[in-house]
Nanobody, 119 residues
């Protein structure tokens, strides 16, 4: 089992930046890829970005050039978001457990952290 705890998020003005962090605990052998998804009420959860321990990454098209994901170590993933837009407003969830970078949907989820971008 893996537990994920997110930090960061909050309220920022359009054009601003935020940093999200997620730390895993539990069975390090089950962590695999780590990444971020986001969800807006009434819509499906969608991938933001995911990263392997070797720093290979997969980004959603809307995140390319504005967001950067990094894997500080086996248990920590950071998402740096720049040039934020109002449409980036969502609950952001940390995810882990997948081994497929093309479809990085693992079974472990954090509790979510709200990101609100004011226009």
């Amino acid at each position: 089992q893996v537990q994920l705890v997110e930090s960061g998020g909050g309220l920022v003005e359009s054009g601003g930046s935020l940093r999200l962090s997620c730390e895993a605990s539990g069975s390090i052998f089950d962590i695999g890829l780590m990444g971020w998804y986001r969800q807006v009420p009434g819509r499906q959860r969608e991938l933001v970005a995911a990263v392997s321990i070797t720093s290979a990454a997969n980004y959603a098209d809307y995140a390319k050039g504005r967001f950067r994901i990094s894997r500080d170590d086996l248990k920590t993933v950071i998402l740096r978001m720049n040039s934020l837009k109002s449409e980036d407003t969502a609950v952001y969830y940390c995810n882990a457990g997948s081994t497929d970078l093309e479809i990085p949907l693992g079974v472990y989820w954090g509790q979510g952290t709200q990101v609100t971008v004011s226009s």
